[in-house]
C-alpha cells in the first residue's frame, strides 16, 4: 500500500537579514532639499513568516541627524540642509532587523563602506578676504617693491575655490600692480607721500564657480615719510621795521617755514647764523619769532640785513633752508638839534642896508624825518634889528642899525626839529657887535661963540676955547679944528681948540668974528663949523646975517639928516 505524507517544517528564525548590495554609493548636491530620496537599501531574510519582515535603522555614522531611513521599505532620504563644506561626505552604517524574538540584525558596517553618501560641492561661497585691510610703505622704495600680500580663501572646491584678484578703482594713477593669480601687489612707479600719503584701493577677489562669486576689499595703502623734502620759507626776503630805543624781547617779525615731510622730518627749528649784527637779535627756536637782545639805536645802524636767517628739520640727516631779512630801524625823537657853536659873535657895520643877512645859523639833527627836520626862531627882543628866516637859519636885519644909538645886541636863537609829538629843541647865544662907520658930523658944544678980549691981552695968550666931539668912534670920532681964514692975528691949536692971539691989538675998538672948522679923521672926514665973535669992551658984539635972503632946493625922498 502506499501513502502521502506531508511534513511541514516549521520554520525558526535562523537567518539573518541580508542586504542586496554589500556597498552603496551616491553623491547629491548641497543644494539637496530636505526630505529628498537619496538611496533605497533593500535587505531579505530567508526566513518566512514574520522572521522574514525587516526593518531598517541607521546605526551610526549620522550623529547630527541630517538622514532618515524608511524603517519599512529602506529609503534613506535627507533630513536637514547639507553643506558640503561643513563635511563633504557622509559613510552611514545601516541595520536590517527581522521581527524574531529575539531579532537578528544585519548591517552595513563603517569599514566596508557600507552606504556613503558624498556631498557634492556647489559655489555656494563667496571667497573671503584673509590678508589685512592695512598695509604701509615707504615713499623711497624701489618700482617693483612688494608691498602687501593679498590673500583670499574660498571653502568651494576646484574651480569653484580658485581666486582671482583685481583692482577696481583707487589705482587711477597706476601707482600699483596685482598679480590676479598670486594676490602680490607690488610699486609700478615711484611714490611721493608729499603728492599722494594714502591709496584706497577697491580690490576684488572672484572665484571661478558659475557664476562666479566675489568679494570686494578696501586696502588702505599708508604712504610713510622719508626726510626727502627741504623746509622752504614761506618768503625769501622777509622785510620789517622796529622802534629804535626798544627794550630787549620788543617783538621784531615772524618767519613761517613749510616742511611737506611728516612727524620729526617736518618739525622745523629757527636759528640765526653767525653774521652783522645777529647779536642784537634773539630767534625763537621753536616759533621762528624774532625778537631784539638789546635797545636799537638808528642813529649807530639804520638797517640790518641779516642774510643767516635759517631754518632746518629734526629728519636724519636733517634738511635746512635759509631766508634773507632786511630790518629798517625807524627813528625816535631822541636827539636835539645841535648848532656847531655854543654861541656865535659877529661884528657887522652899523651902515647895512635893511634885510643884509649877517649870519647863517645851522644846526644839525641826527634823528629822521621830521624828528630830524630843523626850524629856526628867535627870543629874546631883538629890538626890532634882526629876524632869521625859519627854513634856512639866516638871521637879517629888519631896519637900519644905528651904533651910535646900540653897538650891541644880545639874543637867543632856537632850533627846533618837527616832530609832532614832543618836539625838541637846542637854545643858542648871538652877540652882535655894531662896528663904527663915519656917520656922523662933529658938533660944538657952543655955537656961536662970544669971546671978550682985554685991551692988555698978551701975544700968545689964550683968549677962547671951542669945543666939539664926534660920536663915532676911534678917528671917525677924533676931532681937529682949524681956522677957515689963516691970515689973522689969532691961531687956534687944533687938537684943544684954543683960539690964541699972535700979535698985539691995533686998537683999543678991536673986534673980528672967525670961522672955526671941526673935522674927524675918518677916510672921507666930516666937518662943522662954528663962529668965534670976538670983541673989545670998547666994541659992542654986532651979530648980522652974511646974506638978506637965502634959498636952496632940496630933491623930494631925501633921506633925513642929509645936506
Known sequence: AQAFVRIEIED???NHPVFEQAVYVTSISSHTQPGTEIINVVATDRDLGIYEVVSYR?????????????????????????????????????AAEDCGIPPLTSSLMLDSLAAKIVILDINDNSPSFTSSPLSYVMEDVEVGFLVHHIIAKDPDEGRNGEVTYHILSGNENKAFVLDEITGLLTTARFLDREIQDCYNLTV?????????????????????DVNDETPIFLKQHYETAVRENQDPGEFVIKVEAVDRDTGLNSLLRYEILPGAGYENFKMNQDSGELVTTVPLDREIQEVFSIKGNSCHDLGSPSRSSTAQLYLTVLDENDHNPSFAETQYQISVREDLEEGSAILDLFASDKDDGLNGEVMYSLIDDTFGAFAI?????????????????KSQYTFRAVASDCSTHLPRSTTVSVVVHIDDVNDNDPFFFENPIRAFLPAETHVNETIATVRAEDMDLESNGAVV?????????????????????QEPLASKDFSTQLLVTASDQGISPRTATAMVIIFTEEQEEKISFSRSLYEASVPENSAAGEY
Request: proline residues 3%.
Open 481 to 501: 679944528f682949524s681956522l677957515m681964514v689963516t691970515e689973522t692975528v689969532f691961531q687956534i691949536d687944533m687938537k684943544t681948540g684954543d683960539i690964541i692971539l
Open 389 to 405: 628866516d625859519s627854513v634856512t637859519g639866516s638871521i637879517v636885519t629888519t631896519k637900519a642899525l644905528d651904533r651910535e644909538t
Open 204 to 224: 576684488v577677489a572672484v572665484d571661478d564657480g558659475s557664476p562666479a562669486l566675489s568679494t570686494i576689499q578696501v586696502l588702505t595703502i599708508i604712504v610713510l
Open 12 to 14: 525558526i528564525n535562523d
Open 58 to 94: 541607521i546605526s551610526s555614522g549620522d550623529p547630527h541627524g541630517r538622514f532618515s531611513v524608511d524603517p519599512q521599505f529602506g529609503i534613506i532620504r535627507t533630513k536637514k540642509r547639507l553643506d558640503h563644506e561643513t563635511q563633504s561626505e557622509y559613510t552611514l552604517s545601516i
